[in-house]
């Protein structure tokens, strides 16, 4: 069994994993109002209780980023604990991998990733022209889509480009983890590494 949990999207939530299929999915917070930090412990408690996960897991992952600092901070601290207290196999999965998992339909370097996050946080993602992945952090109306991207993957709503011929695709980084799971290397000996942006550069 797998849990994941996204803190990347507006409302995280957990998942649980088992024969490649979503088996449960619960919201951890219900607006934005309430805070990540509150609720976490009190949803994974139901979810053992539930499902008594703590004797079937045998991996985790989570979402690295980009996002909410305070909600990568939070789910990062969890997860590591949880990881480290069970020694499970351990996965992160960010808009790099998504561009990797669907550049075999097209090219990586036309393929955009636009992330919505808690707190009204929003960025894009793309490959660079040196095979780097690079983030912007839109912060009003004023960004303008680069115009090699031809297709965009989107995690909760599409992005309003101002350019009217534009795929623009709904994605689930769950569902890609399950369909790409012969490509991700769960490993105990990875740390979780969240991608906290600032001023579009990644702080370590």
Same mark, same amino acid.
């Given at each position: 069994?797998?849990?994941f ?10 998942s649980l /994993?088992?024969?490649?299929?979503? /088996?449960? #999915?619960?919201?951890?917070t ?5 805070k ?7 949803i994974?408690?139901d979810?053992e209780?539930?499902?008594n996960?703590?004797?079937k897991?045998?991996?985790v992952?989570? #979402? ?5 600092y305070?909600?990568l901070?939070?789910?990062s ?25 669907k550049?075999n ?7 955009? /990733?636009?992330?919505?996050?808690a707190?009204?946080q ?5 490959i660079?022209?040196?095979?780097q992945?690079?983030?912007t952090?839109i912060?009003?109306?004023d ?7 031809k ?5 909760f ?5 101002k350019?009217?011929?534009l ?6 980084f769950?569902?890609e983890?399950i ?5 991700i290397n769960?490993s105990t ?6 991608i906290?942006v600032?001023n579009?550069t990644?702080?370590?």
């Open positions: 069994m797998l849990l949990l996204d803190v990347v999207l507006p409302l995280p939530e957990f /994993i088992e024969e490649n299929k979503i /088996i449960f #999915t619960k919201k951890i219900k607006n934005h109002k309430e990540l930090s509150d609720h976490i412990f009190e994974f408690i979810i209780n539930k499902f996960i703590l004797n897991l045998k991996k992952a989570i #979402t690295a980023g980009p996002g909410s305070t909600s901070r939070v789910g601290s969890f997860i590591s604990g949880l990881k480290i207290s069970r020694d499970l196999k351990f996965f992160q999965i960010t808009p790099s991998d998504i561009i990797k998992f550049s339909s097209l090219s990586e370097k036309r393929i955009g /990733i636009y992330i919505q996050s707190n009204s929003n960025f894009f993602c793309e660079n022209q040196y095979g992945i690079t983030y952090k912060e009003n109306n960004f303008v889509l680069p115009s090699h991207i297709k965009i993957f989107y995690n709503k599409k992005l309003d480009a350019k009217n011929i795929n623009q695709v709904k994605f689930s769950a569902e983890i369909v790409n799971q012969k490509f769960f000996k990875q740390n979780v590494e969240p906290y600032s579009n990644v702080l370590n």
